[in-house]
């Protein structure tokens, strides 16, 4: 070694940051969110501020799957397979990607859509975890499908529901319970409250959604799809009129 030679040590490594709970602005966010049900910007920003180790917990479950693992390993974009629009409209009539097809284009809503929506509050990293929270973000309207929850207030607050029991991210049960608490105020009396608890039994019921593998599942009938799942009905939504339905969170 010359008198010149320097060793210069390498960087300690930087890890993955533990994200602490953010009460205040999930409140914020929670108050925003309950005056207007389509500010969809507010709902990443709560579980920005909830998700806590869940994300990660998720993914590290995930990993213990095989199927999970296969995927993990292969890191698929769920948004740039579902905006192929041209390969949905291929897929059988009746199918989970065909019924999901109509899901969307009824109701104006595009995976990259929300992909716009949550860089607003969402940092980009390349990192497994990251593609895991991306990956619950995609399959949002394929978890609707599903379901069988619309897009109303009441829909999104049963999914919402059905999402913690699914994902245990506090963000979730954050906004149910606000919804919960925010339907008591609307104008005609529906059991909603039923109806979001009635979520919850069904996340509680179903299959893992985050394990499963949705490209192989879009080309299916949809009856069969929910059959896998276990998804079982649910009675208390269905008996809501669906005219009352976007009443279940009022606004003001």
């Known amino acids: 070694m010359t008198a010149q030679t320097r060793i210069v040590a390498a960087p300690e490594p930087e890890f993955l940051p533990i994200p602490r709970l953010e009460w205040g602005a999930a409140w914020r966010a929670l108050q925003r969110l309950l005056r207007d049900k389509d500010d969809t910007a507010e709902v990443f920003e709560i579980m920005r501020a909830l998700n806590g180790k869940s994300t990660r917990k998720g993914y590290y479950k995930l990993l213990r799957t095989t199927q999970g693992g296969r995927m993990a390993y292969q890191r698929e974009e769920l948004a740039e397979r579902l905006s192929d629009r041209a390969w949905l409209a291929t897929l059988p009539a009746g199918s989970l990607g065909a019924v999901y097809r109509d899901f969307t284009d009824d109701g104006g809503v595009t995976p990259m859509g929300l992909v716009e929506v949550s860089g607003q509050t969402m940092i980009g990293l390349e990192h497994p975890v990251a593609w895991y929270g991306r990956r619950i973000r995609d399959a949002h309207d394929l978890w609707h499908v599903t379901t069988g929850y619309g897009l109303d207030s009441l829909g999104e607050a049963c999914l919402v529901s059905f999402s913690y029991a699914q994902t245990r991210s506090l963000g979730w049960a954050f906004i149910a319970v606000g919804a919960a608490f925010k339907s008591r105020k609307a104008p005609v009396r529906q059991p909603y409250v039923a109806a979001i ?25 949809i009856e069969d799809v929910r059959a896998r799942l276990g998804l079982t009905p649910s009675p208390i939504y269905e008996s809501i009129p669906v005219q009352f339905r976007g009443d279940a969170v009022p606004k003001g």
């Open 197 to 221: 608890r009635e979520g919850y039994r069904r996340g509680k019921a179903a299959r893992w959604m985050p394990a499963q593998d949705w490209m192989a599942l879009l080309p299916l009938p």
